[in-house]
């Protein structure tokens, strides 16, 4: 199992949009439709923002939304905020009952 | 609101066995049987890595690269889970974190987490 790919930065504007990539293979994103993303502050827990591939916990603003094409996920930040400016994962499903994240991406609002 | 609250040694000697343990509050572990409970781990600077993660019924599932070192178990009788990682080096230095999973072992969408507890290993 090796980390999902993900660009070690991003960055944008306030109110403009942003998109993550996240790279697996045949065998975990392009496989399945669990694919998930997480936002993560300095110094604090992870937060789940998606959930199977582009599906919102209660509470996550929908300017965060997500998709998969191919093996390939991707989290588009749409209008940014100042507050939007954190570290974000992906993970997904692997098969055999395992769990894998991406290496992280720190989005930058500039 | 459910609530987790990892506990256990900020430090541990390498060779030795780290051991965290999770106390779940504001549900009940036993009565989530749409649920497992992982834990996963994240080293100063670095990404995320699962660790594992177990039902409230006590099946159990590893990261393979980690498997050989790694056990999770579960009190419902004290609404906690426990990690142990044996045999820890300096590269098992990390923030670890405990968090409510979905229905299944592989299911990737932790909803509920930890705030998280540093176990530095060192001599």
């Known amino acids: 199992q090796s980390a999902l790919t993900q660009p070690p930065s991003a960055s944008g504007s306030p109110g403009q949009s942003v998109t993550i990539s996240c790279t697996g293979t045949?065998?975990?994103?392009?496989?399945?439709?669990?694919v998930s993303w997480y936002q993560q502050h300095p110094g604090k827990a992870p937060k789940l923002m998606i959930y199977?591939?582009?599906k919102w916990p209660s509470g996550v603003p929908d300017r965060f939304s997500g998709s998969k094409s191919g093996n390939t996920a991707s989290l588009t930040v749409s209008g940014l905020q100042a507050e939007d400016e954190a570290d974000y994962y992906c993970?997904?499903?692997?098969?055999?009952?395992?769990?894998?994240f991406g290496g992280g991406t720190k989005l930058t609002v500039l | 609101q459910l609530q987790l609250q990892e506990s256990g040694p900020g430090l541990v000697k390498p060779s030795e066995t780290l051991s965290l343990t999770c106390t779940v509050s504001?549900?009940?572990?036993?009565?989530?049987?749409?649920?497992?409970w992982g834990w996963v781990r994240q080293p100063p600077g670095k990404g995320l890595e699962w660790i594992g993660s177990?039902?409230?019924?006590?099946?159990?599932y590893y990261n393979p690269s980690l498997k050989s070192r790694v056990t999770i178990s579960v009190d419902t009788s004290k609404n906690q889970f426990s990690l142990k990682l044996s045999s820890v080096t300096a590269a098992d230095t990390a923030v670890y974190y405990c968090?409510?999973?979905?229905?299944?072992?592989?299911?990737?969408?932790?909803?509920?987490w930890g705030q998280g507890a540093l176990v530095t290993v060192s001599s």
């Open positions: 199977e591939v582009s």
């Open positions: 177990i039902s409230y019924s006590g099946s159990t």
């Open positions: 993970s997904s499903y692997a098969g055999s009952n395992s769990v894998i």
């Open positions: 504001g549900g009940s572990i036993h009565s989530s049987s749409n649920y497992y």
């Open positions: 045949s065998s975990d994103v392009g496989a399945y439709n669990y």
């Open positions: 968090a409510r999973g979905g229905g299944y072992g592989g299911n990737p969408k932790f909803d509920y």
